[in-house]
């Protein structure tokens, strides 16, 4: 079984960076995953893309919303997705989740959360002003 923690998560004020990293258990690898995400959902509003990154090359995207100010990476040989987050603004507050699916068709990942099998259970921001 595929599981996916989080963690980094906390408050600040606006303008602070927070890391929010996302441990991967082992058997990713064995299920073929090739595409890890990060999505968010604020109280209130539905769940939305932030980054991803297909990690056989990896190709990252982003929301338009965090373009310029958050960086998604990963560290395959300790498991770990990382979303370095700066210049965070109030309007970033949410739950912030790790996500993963294997891509079979493209070189790429989807944004939508549709196609991700794999969900953490959230890590909270909070970013005051």
């Known amino acids: 079984q595929v599981q996916l923690v989080e963690s980094g998560g906390g408050s600040v004020q606006a303008g602070g960076s927070l890391r929010l990293s996302c441990g991967i258990s082992?058997?990713?690898?064995?299920?073929?995953?090739?595409?890890m995400g990060w999505f968010r959902q604020a109280q209130g509003k539905d769940r939305e893309g932030v980054a991803t990154?297909?990690?056989?090359?990896?190709?990252?995207n982003y929301g338009d919303s965090v373009k310029g100010r958050f960086t998604i990476s990963q560290d395959n040989a300790k498991n770990t997705l990382f979303l370095q987050m700066d210049s965070l603004q109030p309007e970033d507050s949410a739950m912030y989740y790790c996500?993963?699916?294997?891509?079979?068709?493209?070189?790429?990942?989807?944004?939508?959360?549709?196609?991700?099998?794999?969900w953490g259970q959230g890590t909270q921001v909070t970013v005051s002003s």
């Open positions: 996500a993963a699916y294997a891509e079979t068709l493209f070189e790429f990942c989807s944004g939508g959360e549709r196609e991700y099998t794999y």
């Open positions: 082992p058997n990713t690898r064995s299920r073929s995953i090739n595409c």
């Open positions: 990154i297909y990690t056989p090359s990896s190709r990252t």
